[in-house]
């Protein structure tokens, strides 16, 4: 079974618009909840994280909302640009016996056009 | 530092073949992994390493074995290929010190399966 489901699949924005991607997770043990970001034929890259006693985090143009009791987080890009068309991935980890494991969401492809 | 290295970068094999992936990292990381990347289901865990010496499973470790003799090097080794395992392959570390959650990706190795 999914342990993170991520939504939409895919995500059309125009230039200077407001990306918005979602994800929802079961497991109460996860702990740590990163996104990553991948352009074509490259391996993912850690965008920004947040843990779950935060309910916001801001780096730049990305915002991570981080709603707790309802088992959800969802990434948001301001002023998206077309260098921002990438697939995103939302996960979450949890620790077992000294290891860190990602669990990941589908994935989200965004095309933000000119 | 060269990071995450894998080879090769493309492969084609025949149904019954065995081969290994091959995963290199230069920055002294504890943790290693070997996830799976298929439309739709996001990165799935195949195996990891929490260092020399000691591996474990992940989600989808059926008709892959791992060994991890140093803490540069974590194969993936495919003993039967077969249609199902036409795939991206991504290898990716992690250490114990980084921000929590993080881990570094190899530029990916594509599957073939005939």
């Known amino acids: 079974q999914q342990q993170v489901k991520q939504s939409p699949q895919s995500l059309i924005v125009q230039k200077g618009g407001i990306s918005i991607i979602n994800c929802a997770y079961e497991?109460?043990?996860?702990?740590?909840f990163p996104w990553y970001q991948q352009f074509p034929g490259k391996g993912p890259a850690l965008l920004i994280a947040?843990?779950?006693?935060?309910s916001e985090k801001k780096e730049g143009r990305f915002t991570i909302s981080f709603n707790k009791s309802a088992k959800q987080f969802s990434l948001h890009i301001m002023d998206s640009q077309p260098g921002d068309s990438a697939t995103y991935f939302c996960?979450?980890?949890?620790?077992?016996?000294?290891?860190?494991?990602?669990?990941f969401g589908q994935g989200t492809r965004l095309t933000i056009n000119p | 530092n060269a990071g995450v290295t894998q080879t090769p970068k493309f492969q084609v094999l025949k149904t019954g073949q065995s081969m290994t992936l091959q995963c290199a990292q230069d920055?002294?990381?504890?943790?290693m992994s070997w996830y799976r990347q298929d439309p739709g289901m996001g990165l799935r865990l195949i195996h990891y390493?929490?260092?020399?010496?000691?591996?474990d499973q992940g989600e989808v470790p059926n008709g892959y074995n791992v060994s991890r003799s140093t803490t540069e090097d974590f194969p993936l080794r495919l003993l039967s290929a077969a249609p199902s395992q036409t795939s991206v392959y991504f290898c990716?570390?992690?250490?114990?010190?980084?921000?929590?959650?993080?881990?570094?990706f190899g530029p990916g190795t594509r599957l073939t399966v005939t």
């Open positions: 990716a570390s992690s250490s114990a010190g980084m921000r929590v959650g993080e881990q570094y």
């Open positions: 920055m002294n990381h504890e943790y």
């Open positions: 947040i843990r779950p006693d935060v």
């Open positions: 390493s929490v260092g020399a010496g000691i591996t």
């Open positions: 497991n109460t043990a996860f702990d740590y």
């Open positions: 996960a979450a980890r949890r620790r077992i016996q000294g290891a860190q494991k990602l669990v």
